[in-house]
């Protein structure tokens, strides 16, 4: 039973950090389920103060994500459009233009959505720089939370007297 747990885990640790960066997949609380999946084998318990803590991390991030881009674009004077457009450019960019796409996808997808809102170039210009801005912060968060609880949960499994 073990082993199938850890490898649960691991794949929940790839699939988290992947997720991190692709806005489908809930990149941070799949890592947690992995770090749970851990906790249930006899090779391993993490503390319940360690659980609560990544826990109480997962949320916020997860929370921040969606509160970031909108609050990018509306600092710099962007709409909804420029938000819808800035995730829907991701995975455009993601899906067709890899690797260049998580870069270009989100900004044109702004830029566009901010356009078909009605604003003037300049102005979408601006709100696009906002919105990938909070975009690019967002996922960096998400991935650092990935990393880090992939990190600690993997140290603990194997090199438990670290």
Do not use: C, N
């Amino acid at each position: 039973m073990d082993l199938i747990l850890i490898i649960t885990a691991f794949l929940l640790f790839i699939v988290g950090i992947i997720g991190s960066i692709v806005p489908i997949i809930p990149g941070p609380p799949l890592s947690y389920l992995g770090m749970i999946a851990l906790h249930f084998t006899q090779r391993l318990s993490f503390s319940t103060e360690m659980l609560l803590i990544y826990a109480v991390i997962t949320i916020v991030v997860t929370i921040l994500d969606y509160i970031i881009p909108v609050y990018g674009t509306k600092k710099m004077g962007g709409s909804s459009y420029g938000v819808w457009g800035t995730s829907i450019g991701l995975v455009i960019g993601l899906l067709f233009f890899p690797p260049l796409g998580i870069i270009v996808g989100p900004f044109m997808g702004a830029l566009i959505g901010e356009l078909i809102y009605g604003k003037t170039a300049s102005i979408a210009l601006v709100a696009a720089i906002g919105s990938f801005l909070g975009f690019l912060f967002g996922t960096l968060l998400k991935l650092i939370t990935s990393l880090m609880i992939s990190y600690h949960s993997l140290k603990q499994l194997f090199f438990p007297a670290l």
